[in-house]
Nanobody, 115 residues
Framework: QVQLLESGGGLVQPGGSLRLSCAVSVTIFRINVMGWCRQAPGKQRELVATITSGGNTNYVDSVRGRFTISRDNAKNTVYLQMTSLKPEDTAVYYC?????????WGQGTQVTVSS
């Protein structure tokens, strides 16, 4: 069983930055792909960024150049650094992990971008 715990969400003004963290209960170098998704009110969950065990990253077009996903294998933690935040980035952000053909999810952390 893999447990994921997100932290770092909050209220930020447009143009501001936040760093989300996802602490993982297992050693993450075993995990094939880790990612961050988000879900805004009334919208479907959207995959925002992924990072493979080899360190390859991918981003949805709307965040490319503003968000950076990274992983610290020593701390079993994955991060999402978010900069130049926009009101449309407001959502609950979920960490997820793909291991042995199963996907695991965290409980989510709220990010609100508003003046």
């Amino acid at each position: 069983q893999v447990q994921l715990l997100e932290s770092g969400g909050g209220l930020v003004q447009p143009g501001g930055s936040l760093r989300l963290s996802c602490a993982v209960s297992v050693t993450i170098f075993r995990i094939n792909v880790m990612g961050w998704c988000r879900q805004a009110p009334g919208k479907q969950r959207e995959l925002v960024a992924t990072i493979t065990s080899g360190g390859n990253t991918n981003y949805v077009d709307s965040v490319r150049g503003r968000f950076t996903i990274s992983r610290d294998n020593a701390k079993n933690t994955v991060y999402l650094q978010m900069t130049s935040l926009k009101p449309e980035d407001t959502a609950v952000y979920y960490c997820n992990a793909l291991l042995n053909f199963q996907i695991y999810w965290g409980q989510g952390t709220q990010v609100t971008v508003s003046s």
